[in-house]
């Protein structure tokens, strides 16, 4: 019988972290400053610095405080995009976020997993993508791979590990379409 061993884990195998360590230092440092504190910076500021970082973003972003994004270079937010208090954008991979994009409070986008068939426990991370009009509800959680459709809302609390279409509303664990949203 399989048995996991951590002893067996390479973190340096199957994810790319896209930066040196220095600049991923200076970003840390940076993201405690502008976007992990409760002092409500002007969304200005945290878009020139998410740029310095090589994040692509648009035009009248707002993001609340306590937003803590990890590497922003693999990260592209839409015009008029929204992005709640303590979102979590864990984003071992690109995350694409669309416009007029709403991620509600303490949402968590989850790019990075672990194979839990691997007795290694290799990584298995996939991109996220959420397209124009989408709304991802307070306490979701994103996983790896998942594409959010034009217009699809996931409804409060709901765990997200599949792809959802366009122009629905989504709801539960595992999350699902229930309606049409227009």
Avoid at 66 to 78: A, C, D, F, M, S
Avoid at 120 to 134: E, L, M, Q, T, V
Avoid at 138 to 166: D, M
Wanted: aromatic share 10%.
């Amino acid at each position: 019988m399989k048995h996991t061993q951590l002893d067996l884990f390479d973190s340096r195998k199957g994810l790319d972290r896209g930066k040196l360590k220095i600049i991923e230092m200076i970003w840390y440092f940076s993201k405690r400053v502008f976007f992990l504190t409760s002092f409500p910076w002007p969304n200005t500021i945290q878009l020139t610095v998410l740029k310095v970082f090589g994040a692509k973003v648009g035009r009248k972003i707002n993001i609340k405080p306590r937003v803590n994004i990890h590497l922003p270079w693999k990260l592209e937010i839409g015009d008029h995009t929204w992005i709640g208090e303590e979102v979590f954008i864990l984003n071992f991979e690109p995350v694409t976020i669309g416009s007029n994009v709403c991620i509600s409070q303490r949402a968590f986008l989850c790019t990075g997993n672990h194979d839990y068939r691997a007795e290694d426990f290799a990584f298995r991370n996939a991109p996220i993508s959420i397209a124009d009009g989408g709304w991802i509800g307070a306490q979701c959680f994103v996983g790896p791979g998942v594409n959010i459709g034009r217009e699809t809302v996931a409804t409060a609390g709901s765990v997200i590990n599949q792809s959802l279409p366009e122009n629905k509303i989504c709801t539960g664990n595992p999350c699902i379409p229930i309606k049409d949203r227009w």
